[in-house]
């Protein structure tokens, strides 16, 4: 157990042939499992009252939290972090017992029954450790030298085939991953590769579709038996193959380990002599509970019978026009869904007339998860609190059931990626995009009564009405603050926003402030001067992305004393119709907003003051 050099406190198995962490697990970053970087001391304390807190933002508690007692931290053999008190038994005996232990599942821990071996574990029968298919013990007394094969000759290409283990999983140690690569592929592939032992076959889904990923393994460690559909095919010999039957499997290859050393995590109560009164009180309890829920399921029944005949004009204030919609409302303006006009990744845009007769953009969400219902309460509570000309004006929402709807203005000429797209926006239209989405951004930040970090501004998010006049959209990654509240800005619990367009901080796991944003305007300014993608590659001068790009060819044509550089970067569909020292300022602003180093872009405001100049 250490402190590893980003300052994180890990459980590592180090072996004279193979180094693993093991906790936290591997394949979470570290804020997800509630760790904070690049912190300025390694710390870690167990205090005497059974709290432990280390510098890294770790912290538990023991079962036994409070309670004066003797504690002790270790590490036992089987590589798992515990923590024990000293209690008195009945017999008046001292002992040992667990009140805290890192790994609630052994058989996640690496190296726990050594190479080419494959650890099981349930609650009744404890930890067992058994040998691969074709695999044998080294040494049946220490199960941390693992299983050898059991012919010590590889067999060549066509004399191999694959044994199917279901719900087992190898962690680490793979050469190559392929990605939607069918079964067959994988063992065509393992076939050719004589340090291939076996491939890893997995299922992930992302959105509405899913993903197979193979993965070619040279060693078989760290691996285990759990309840998930992943299956894990091994290379032996044909002769071996065929006489195995997975069915039916010998008791002589499962060896049972030690069970645990010191008692689990136990309960004990003093015997009570009022237990007749106790049991009235639950008695009386259950009945008055069961009396609130009737009320309180009455109620519930009557208010909605009441709600569904409320007119639809009573859901908001007289003095706004923001307001609730139902469902079957907005199904019957949008034709029951019929008029696509966009798509994202959580969700779809249709266009529908209200009963009013006002053309609206209706955004269905996709995603009912947690995560999709907290982005749709994101944007409700934001849109309800701005108001400018350069951000999008919502007319209402619908949160019914599991449907979740946003209605705002229908704009005519769609977003801004679809016109760069197109090539339909000439100079001064660009210049006038960057000019309005600067003040829009400049409001939520400095403006608005309450601080909004917009999280997401990208050509897709900047939607063009009828005279081409750019509004801010989509905040559904949006974060609002109190303005006195400025410690906050860092408070974020997930990565936000579409690569390409974040700002370092984010991945280097910086504070959040509204920087972010000013980051992500200027390479939409970037991609509108140049009408490339922030992720194109540029063949001609290498690996580059668009914003080293732009930087690196203002600084060499600059060194060249070149008076015409613009050109080399501008986009060709507007080429010979703008102002060339406008756009020389254009391209510096944008580059001062996409700078590494926060501290050193402008704030939105400074943006519109430098642009007002342009």
Same mark, same amino acid.
């Given at each position: 157990?250490?402190?590893?050099?980003?300052?994180?406190?890990?459980?590592?198995?180090?072996?004279?042939?193979?180094?693993?962490?093991?906790?936290?697990?591997?394949?979470?970053?570290?804020?997800?499992?509630?760790?904070?970087?690049?912190?300025?001391?390694?710390?870690?304390?167990?205090?005497?009252?059974?709290?432990?807190?280390?510098?890294?933002?770790?912290?538990?508690?023991?079962?036994?939290?409070?309670?004066?007692?003797?504690?002790?931290?270790?590490?036992?053999?089987?590589?798992?972090?515990?923590?024990?008190?000293?209690?008195? $038994?009945?017999?008046?005996?001292?002992?040992?017992?667990?009140?805290?232990?890192?790994?609630?599942?052994?058989?996640?821990?690496?190296?726990?029954?050594?190479?080419?071996?494959?650890?099981?574990?349930?609650?009744?029968?404890?930890?067992?450790?058994?040998?691969?298919?074709?695999?044998?013990?080294?040494?049946?007394?220490?199960?941390?030298?693992?299983?050898?094969?059991?012919?010590?000759?590889?067999?060549?290409?066509?004399?191999?085939?694959?044994?199917?283990?279901?719900?087992?999983?190898?962690?680490?140690?793979?050469?190559?991953?392929?990605?939607?690569?069918?079964?067959?592929?994988?063992?065509?592939?393992?076939?050719?590769?004589?340090?291939?032992?076996?491939?890893?076959?997995?299922?992930?889904?992302?959105?509405?579709?899913?993903?197979?990923?193979?993965?070619?393994?040279?060693?078989?460690?760290?691996?285990?038996?759990?309840?998930?559909?992943?299956?894990?095919?091994?290379?032996?010999?044909?002769?071996?193959?065929?006489?195995?039957?997975?069915?039916?499997?010998?008791?002589?290859?499962?060896?049972?380990?030690?069970?645990?050393?010191?008692?689990?995590?136990?309960?004990?109560?003093?015997?009570?002599?009022?237990?007749?009164?106790?049991?009235?009180?639950?008695?009386?309890?259950?009945?008055?509970?069961?009396?609130?829920?009737?009320?309180?399921?009455?109620?519930?029944?009557?208010?909605?019978?009441?709600?569904?005949?409320?007119?639809?004009?009573?859901?908001?204030?007289?003095?706004?026009?923001?307001?609730?919609?139902?469902?079957?409302?907005?199904?019957?303006?949008?034709?029951?869904?019929?008029?696509?006009?966009?798509?994202?990744?959580?969700?779809?845009?249709?266009?529908?007339?209200?009963?009013?007769?006002?053309?609206?953009?209706?955004?269905?969400?996709?995603?009912?998860?947690?995560?999709?219902?907290?982005?749709?309460?994101?944007?409700?509570?934001?849109?309800?609190?701005?108001? $400018?000309?350069?951000?999008?004006?919502?007319?209402?929402?619908?949160?019914?059931?599991?449907?979740?709807?946003?209605?705002?203005?229908?704009?005519?000429?769609?977003?801004?990626?679809?016109?760069?797209?197109?090539?339909?926006?000439?100079?001064?239209?660009?210049?006038?995009?960057?000019?309005?989405?600067?003040?829009?951004?400049?409001?939520?930040?400095?403006?608005?009564?309450?601080?909004?970090?917009?999280?997401?501004?990208?050509?897709?998010?900047?939607?063009?009405?009828?005279?081409?006049?750019?509004?801010?959209?989509?905040?559904?990654?949006?974060?609002?603050?109190?303005?006195?509240?400025?410690?906050?800005?860092?408070?974020?619990?997930?990565?936000?926003?579409? #690569?390409?367009?974040?700002?370092?901080?984010?991945?280097?796991?910086?504070?959040?402030?509204?920087?972010?944003?000013?980051?992500?305007?200027?390479?939409?300014?970037?991609?509108?001067?140049?009408?490339?993608?922030?992720?194109?590659?540029? $063949?001609?001068?290498?690996?580059?992305?668009?914003?080293?790009?732009?930087?690196? #060819?203002?600084?060499?044509?600059?060194?060249?004393?070149?008076?015409?550089?613009?050109?080399?970067?501008?986009?060709?569909?507007?080429?010979?119709?703008?102002?060339?020292?406008?756009?020389?300022?254009?391209?510096?602003?944008?580059?001062?907003?996409?700078?590494?180093?926060?501290?050193?872009?402008?704030?939105?405001?400074?943006?519109?003051?430098?642009?007002?100049?342009?």
């Amino acid at each position: 157990m250490y402190f590893d050099n980003d300052c994180i406190l890990r459980l590592i198995y180090d072996a004279p042939e193979m180094t693993t962490v093991y906790w936290p697990h591997p394949s979470y970053l570290s804020w997800q499992v509630g760790r904070s970087q690049y912190m300025f001391n390694r710390t870690a304390i167990l205090d005497s009252d059974g709290g432990f807190n280390s510098s890294d933002g770790w912290t538990f508690r023991s079962d036994d939290f409070g309670m004066v007692r003797q504690r002790i931290m270790r590490i036992d053999l089987d590589g798992n972090v515990r923590v024990y008190s000293l209690v008195e $038994h009945e017999s008046k005996m001292m002992k040992l017992q667990v009140q805290w232990q890192a790994i609630s599942q052994p058989c996640k821990i690496h190296g726990i029954c050594g190479p080419n071996s494959l650890c099981t574990y349930s609650p009744n029968a404890g930890r067992k450790c058994r040998c691969l298919p074709g695999y044998k013990t080294v040494n049946s007394q220490d199960w941390s030298y693992g299983c050898e094969p059991e012919l010590k000759t590889r067999c060549l290409q066509d004399e191999c085939d694959f044994i199917e283990l279901r719900h087992v999983e190898f962690y680490g140690y793979d050469v190559r991953l392929h990605v939607n690569y069918t079964v067959d592929a994988c063992k065509q592939d393992c076939l050719r590769d004589d340090a291939c032992l076996g491939f890893q076959y997995t299922y992930q889904r992302v959105e509405n579709s899913g993903i197979y990923f193979c993965s070619l393994k040279t060693w078989l460690q760290n691996g285990y038996e759990l309840g998930f559909e992943d299956s894990m095919y091994i290379k032996l010999p044909k002769k071996l193959v065929s006489s195995f039957n997975h069915k039916t499997v010998g008791k002589a290859s499962y060896i049972d380990c030690p069970p645990p050393m010191l008692a689990t995590i136990t309960r004990s109560y003093k015997e009570n002599h009022e237990i007749k009164l106790l049991g009235l009180i639950l008695v009386f309890g259950c009945v008055i509970g069961f009396i609130e829920i009737v009320c309180i399921a009455v109620f519930w029944y009557f208010s909605s019978e009441r709600s569904s005949k409320i007119n639809p004009s009573d859901y908001f204030p007289a003095a706004t026009t923001f307001r609730r919609f139902t469902y079957a409302e907005l199904k019957k303006a949008s034709c029951n869904f019929r008029d696509e006009i966009g798509r994202g990744g959580a969700c779809i845009v249709y266009k529908g007339r209200l009963s009013d007769d006002r053309i609206a953009a209706i955004k269905r969400l996709n995603d009912t998860s947690h995560r999709g219902e907290a982005e749709f309460q994101a944007e409700i509570s934001t849109i309800w609190t701005v108001n $400018h000309m350069n951000l999008i004006e919502t007319w209402g929402y619908c949160a019914e059931g599991k449907h979740r709807l946003v209605v705002y203005e229908y704009m005519e000429n769609g977003s801004l990626a679809e016109n760069l797209k197109n090539g339909k926006l000439d100079w001064s239209r660009r210049l006038d995009i960057a000019m309005g989405t600067a003040k829009g951004l400049a409001y939520l930040h400095e403006e608005s009564l309450e601080w909004v970090l917009h999280c997401d501004v990208k050509p897709h998010n900047i939607l063009l009405d009828a005279n081409y006049g750019p509004k801010v959209a989509d905040f559904g990654l949006s974060r609002l603050f109190d303005r006195s509240d400025i410690v906050g800005h860092s408070n974020f619990s997930m990565i936000r926003g579409t #690569r390409g367009y974040m700002a370092p901080e984010w991945v280097f796991n910086l504070p959040i402030t509204s920087k972010v944003d000013v980051f992500s305007y200027g390479v939409v300014v970037l991609e509108m001067i140049t009408g490339l993608s922030p992720l194109c590659k540029h $063949h001609a001068e290498g690996e580059v992305e668009l914003i080293e790009w732009v930087r690196s #060819r203002v600084r060499e044509l600059d060194q060249n004393r070149t008076d015409c550089w613009v050109e080399k970067i501008v986009d060709p569909s507007i080429s010979g119709k703008y102002d060339r020292t406008a756009m020389e300022n254009l391209v510096r602003i944008a580059l001062q907003c996409v700078e590494e180093d926060r501290e050193a872009r402008p704030s939105m405001s400074q943006v519109v003051s430098m642009l007002l100049h342009v």
